[in-house]
């Protein structure tokens, strides 16, 4: 069974900075693709950015492109997938979740439902 761990979540003024790590156990790290979403309250859960299972290739949503950047660390002791975020604004509050799915090549998923274990969400709080 896949376990993931969120942390790095909190409260930021507009323009600031965070960065958000998941650490995964149970299974081999570099087996899985990864994502991060997030969900605002009254919204839909949404792609933010995702990494494949090398760290060769990513993807950003729009929103957040320029701004944030997901890598990861495949190393044994750390198994951790990042989400750097910088600039942040107002409209970036959320509960933020790391998502994992088994894969292989250059593949990453932006739809929620690809995706197989996810994390318990971490709450990014941006004030004007």
């Known amino acids: 069974q896949v376990q993931l761990v969120e942390f790095g979540g909190g409260l930021v003024q ?7 790590s998941c ?3 149970g299974r081999t790290f570099s087996d899985y693709a990864m994502g991060w979403f997030r969900q605002a309250p ?3 859960r949404e792609f933010v950015a995702a990494i494949n299972w090398s760290g060769d290739s990513t993807s950003q949503a729009d929103s957040v492109k320029g701004r944030f950047t997901i890598f990861r660390d495949n190393a044994k002791q750390k198994n951790t997938v990042y ?11 959320a509960v933020y979740y790391c998502a ?3 894969t ?3 593949s990453y998923y932006t ?3 690809y995706y197989d274990y996810w994390g318990q969400g971490t709450q990014v709080t941006v004030s004007l």
């Open 14 to 20: 507009t323009g600031g900075s965070l960065r958000l």
């Open 23 to 25: 650490v995964v156990s």
């Open 42 to 44: 009254g919204k839909e």
């Open 83 to 93: 989400l750097e975020m910088n600039s942040l604004k107002p409209e970036d509050t």
């Open 100 to 102: 994992a799915r088994e």
């Open 104 to 106: 292989s090549g250059r």
């Open 111 to 113: 739809i929620p439902r």
